[in-house]
């Protein structure tokens, strides 16, 4: 069993940044599957962004803007998010290979 825990959301204005952080209970060094998901209020949870192994792969809208990144000696996953966006407002949620997910972070994006 493994306890995921994201941290880092909150409230931004457009244009600004957040990183979150999802840090697990134990290693996740034998994990390959790590990703990102929202989900915004009357809308399905959706993919933001994935890291398997070494390769990374982001929806169209956050492309350029979302870095996601693993730290295996810290047993965390980070989501860098720059140039947010109003639409970018959801709960984020991590997910360990498929499997498990954490609590989900409020992000939301207004002035």
């Known amino acids: 069993q493994v306890q995921l825990v994201e941290s880092g959301g909150g409230l931004v204005q457009p244009g600004g940044s957040l990183r979150l952080s999802c840090a697990a209970s134990?290693?996740?060094?034998?994990?390959?599957?790590m990703g990102w998901y929202r989900q915004a209020p009357g809308k399905e949870r959706e993919l933001v962004a994935r890291?398997?192994?070494?390769?990374?792969y982001y929806t169209d809208s956050v492309k350029g803007r979302f870095t996601i990144s693993r730290d295996n000696a810290k047993n965390t996953v980070y989501l860098q998010m720059n140039s947010l966006k109003p639409e970018d407002t959801a709960v984020y949620y991590c997910?360990?290979?498929?499997?498990?997910w954490g609590q989900g972070t409020q992000v939301t994006v207004s002035s």
């Open positions: 997910n360990l290979a498929f499997t498990y």
């Open positions: 134990r290693s996740i060094f034998s994990f390959n599957y």
């Open positions: 890291i398997v192994g070494s390769t990374t």
